[in-house]
């Protein structure tokens, strides 16, 4: 089944609020990343998390990681029209070689 | 500016053809992937190269042949043996085989007419 899930699959909210997406995995990951994805384009790299880290920051970002619980968040404060967009989470496993997998998405609206 | 190229950015295959996407980088990586989009999905694997000449399968293969004659470039080829190849074909690299970000190109959609 598939490794990286997000939570919820799409979001609505007015500029100026943060925006919070979960990513749950099942199996143990060398680093969990987040991606954006704007409609028709490729996918851009925000941030990478170790396993061992807890959490990270860039910019308006903000990452946590929980191995205990198999799952990580991604918040955006002070949110803009120009967020919207498709965000995926993505983990490396750290057993059965080369594995990314990448979650389906979560499609965040921010109205102006 | 480094970056990964993918052309072209829209193609149309007719039913029987076989069609080559593009993907150049000029990052220096040496890992290059292609990946496959469907509406509401994740990403899926076809083919990963980690060095020049060499090529693994991926998730979903069948249909879809490689080549990586260079360092800088990976060209799909998607075969009449793929039987539904309407999709989004994201090409990506990085820095070894795990523990590094992706960088993608900007894609390319392809529609069977």
């Known amino acids: 089944s598939q490794q990286g899930e997000e939570d919820p699959q799409a979001l609505s909210i007015q500029e100026g609020e943060n925006a919070t997406m979960n990513c749950s995995y099942k199996t143990s990951i060398n680093n969990l990343q987040w991606y954006r994805q704007n409609s028709g384009r490729g996918l851009v790299h925000l941030i990478l998390i170790r396993s061992n880290e807890r959490e990270k920051h860039s910019g308006r970002l903000r990452v946590t990681l929980d191995t205990s619980k198999k799952s990580s968040s991604l918040l955006i404060t002070a949110s803009r029209a120009a967020d919207t967009a498709s965000y995926f989470c993505?983990?490396?496993?750290?057993?059965?070689?080369?594995?990314?997998?990448f979650g389906a998405g979560t499609r965040l609206f921010v109205k102006a | 500016d480094g970056g990964i190229t993918q052309s072209p950015k829209y193609l149309f295959r007719k039913e029987g053809q076989n069609v080559t996407l593009s993907c150049e980088q000029n990052?220096?990586?040496?890992?290059m992937y292609w990946y496959r989009q469907d509406p509401g999905q994740g990403l899926r694997l076809i083919y990963y190269s980690q060095i020049v000449n060499d090529f693994q399968k991926g998730d979903i293969a069948e249909g879809y042949s490689v080549s990586r004659e260079k360092k800088e470039s990976f060209p799909l080829t998607v075969t009449s043996a793929q039987k539904n190849p309407t999709a989004f074909y994201l090409c990506?690299?990085?820095?070894?085989?795990?523990?590094?970000?992706?960088?993608f190109g900007s894609g390319t959609r392809l529609t069977v007419v």
């Open positions: 990506a690299s990085r820095w070894g085989q795990a523990g590094y970000g992706y960088t």
């Open positions: 990052l220096n990586h040496d890992a």
């Open positions: 993505a983990t490396d496993a750290t057993t059965g070689g080369f594995k990314t997998i």
